[in-house]
């Protein structure tokens, strides 16, 4: 009797769990059921239309800025110095006086060899009428004719000496700052001061051999420095260097500048901007839309889309792998993947996912430029 009471007992034990079990499910269900799915808020984004441009092709490189004639002034004679007559700095012409050597030991020395030049050509004319007359030997004929030669040959040598002695302007330009002072001596081979020929100036820069068929004299340049933030100055391919560099596969350029106010110095890093003459039709987008993933760019395109459930018109991004070509101030050249006037989303792309959809508001969307000037350079 008691075996039989407890089983009865466990029975409607059981039977009362899977009856609150059966409860709790069916209210779990219902509470589902009333719940509706979540929708993500539209995404706020600003945008702007792909479009046709014609862009010239143009080679870039970095280049170096060099003087049309530069040189720094030695002296080819020991001495010590007598003039300065120039200040650092200063314009100077060919043929101005820079520097004076001592030279009176040599011109001492001028004026003895001239009294002995004057007495050999006296002694050669006295050979030269006694030989006439027979009444000297033709060897002293000779002897008279190669001393009067060496005579002369010693006066030039020390004219040599003293024109090596003083120091002019072998071109016309700038003079840089002097490294010698009054009364110092000078060893032979002392750097006395930089002559600069700034007016025009070379730019010279090297580009990879596969654009060597692209170059030729008097294509234009556009060169920009630091040194002169928001200018651009033009220029011409002047020289192209017949032999392509061993190691690195790259010929050299040269460039030549107008450069009046002498703002450009030798030895300045520049940009250079090579334009070719062909142009290019290329579709254009501003670089803030392409999102970069090591498995292919992107962009989001805002296509027009209705609401499955309310039939409204929206808005809904679809993101569209690209082909880039070359980039052009805050510009991108798209080469396949877009069409034109379509839109795209120029900022925040990193957050943003395919079918997402989108709110557009373009009042604070960012300014692209083909040459951008930013304010803090």
Request: no cysteine; proline share 6%; hydrophobic share 40%.
């Amino acid at each position: 009797m008691s075996t039989n009471k407890n089983t009865k007992k466990l029975i409607s034990t059981i039977g009362g769990l899977l009856a609150l079990v059966a409860i709790l499910y069916g209210i779990k269900r219902w509470q589902f059921s009333e719940l509706k799915p979540f929708v993500p808020p539209p995404d706020f984004v600003t945008t702007a239309q792909v479009h046709e441009d014609v862009w010239a092709p143009a080679l870039k490189a970095v280049g170096s800025l060099a003087a049309v004639q530069g040189t720094t002034l030695s002296n080819e004679l020991a001495g010590t110095v007598t003039k300065i007559a120039f200040e650092s700095g200063a314009r100077v012409k060919k043929g101005d006086l820079l520097v004076q050597i001592d030279a009176s030991a040599e011109e001492a020395q001028l004026t003895s060899a001239e009294a002995i030049a004057e007495w050999a050509r006296v002694s050669l004319k006295r050979a030269q009428d006694l030989r006439a007359q027979n009444s000297n030997s033709q060897s002293d004929l000779d002897l008279a004719e190669a001393q009067a030669k060496q005579a002369e040959a010693n006066i030039d040598n020390l004219k040599s000496a003293v024109a090596k002695k003083t120091i002019t302007a072998p071109f016309d330009g700038r003079i840089g700052i002097r490294t010698i002072n009054l009364g110092q001596y000078l060893p032979a081979g002392t750097a006395i001061v930089a002559l600069e020929s700034l007016d025009p100036i070379y730019v010279d820069f090297s580009l990879p051999q596969q654009q060597l068929a692209d170059l030729a004299t008097d294509l234009p340049v556009q060169v920009t420095t630091d040194a002169l933030p928001g200018q651009t100055i033009e220029g011409k391919i002047t020289a192209i260097d017949p032999q392509v560099d061993n190691a690195t596969r790259n010929i050299q350029v040269q460039a030549t500048l107008a450069n009046a106010g002498e703002k450009l110095h030798p030895g300045m890093f520049a940009d250079v901007v090579v334009e070719l003459p062909a142009k290019n039709k290329v579709l254009v987008i501003p670089a803030t839309s392409v999102l970069y993933t090591p498995y292919g760019d992107s962009v989001f395109v805002v296509d027009e889309a209705k609401d499955p459930s309310t039939g409204k018109a929206g808005r809904v991004l679809r993101q569209q792998f690209v082909q880039l070509g070359v980039t052009r101030g805050d510009f991108v050249s798209v080469v396949s993947g877009l069409k034109p006037d379509e839109t795209v989303v120029t900022s925040g792309v990193f957050k943003l996912r395919n079918k997402d959809a989108a709110i557009i508001g373009n009042t604070l969307a960012p300014d692209a430029q083909l040459a951008p000037k930013p304010s803090d350079s």
